[in-house]
């Protein structure tokens, strides 16, 4: 079964870094593309950015370029989000989701990591 | 604002047909890029529920259907039952911004 786990929620003070994960299994972690969507409380799905863990090629949307850094190590088959500052705008669900080369869809989807930037 | 147009709502009663469009520009849906939609129900991650804008992948009922036509597309769901009740997206890619993009999302309540 391909499976993607994401790491536990988190809460943290404005200004603290943070590095959330995403192991994927069940599936040729390397060729396929790892993608990070951001959902605001009450709000709809965002893209952010995604990964190809083979040769680390990394696309980010316009939005997010910046703002956040996507990364993986494919040793552990395992992606990563990840913010140096964070803000309290930042305060959101954070899911990832595979993207396969020829299979340009999302699925299947991280049960998400609940990010809170709260002083 | 999304560059993919969904309505915020629409409702429908058990056992009744409703359909939720996305609309697109040219340089997204109507450049010719793959149209999918996603299913989120409460509390829970989405899923994909049609790809590539008519295709049901397996343990998705048949009550749910895609279609596309120019800049826009549509998900129509028959047979409405309360399990129904979620959010639904569509998503594509746009070239203008050279990524991939979500619609606002579309709450069904059933009534």
């Known amino acids: 079964e391909v499976q993607l786990v994401q790491s536990g929620a988190e809460v943290k003070k404005p200004g603290e870094s943070l590095k959330i994960s995403c192991k994927g299994s069940g599936y040729k972690f390397v060729t396929s593309w790892i993608a990070w969507v951001r959902q605001m409380p009450g709000k709809g799905l965002e893209y952010m950015g995604m990964?190809?863990?083979?040769?680390?090629?990394?696309t980010y949307s316009p939005s997010f370029q910046g703002q956040v850094t996507i990364s993986a190590d494919r040793s552990i088959s395992t992606a990563y989000l990840q913010w140096n500052s964070l803000k309290a705008s930042d305060s959101a669900m954070y899911y990832c989701?595979?993207?396969?080369?020829?299979?340009?869809?999302?699925?299947?989807w991280g049960q998400g990591t609940l990010v809170t930037v709260s002083s | 604002q999304s560059v993919l147009t969904q309505p915020p709502s629409v409702s429908g009663a058990l056992g009744q047909r409703v359909t939720i469009p996305c609309t697109g520009t040219s340089s997204n849906i109507g450049a010719g890029y793959d149209v999918h939609w996603y299913q989120q129900l409460p509390g829970e991650a989405p899923k994909v529920l049609i790809y590539r804008a008519i295709n049901r992948p397996s343990g998705v009922p048949d009550r749910f259907s895609g279609s596309k036509s120019g800049t826009s597309a549509s998900l129509a769901i028959t047979g409405l039952q309360a399990e129904d009740e979620a959010d639904y997206y569509c998503?594509?890619?746009?070239?203008?911004?050279?990524?991939?993009?979500f619609g606002g999302g579309t709450k069904l309540t059933v009534l």
């Open positions: 989701a595979r993207l396969g080369t020829l299979e340009n869809w999302f699925d299947p």
């Open positions: 990964i190809y863990p083979d040769d680390s090629e990394i």
């Open positions: 998503q594509s890619y746009d070239s203008s911004l050279s990524s991939r993009i």
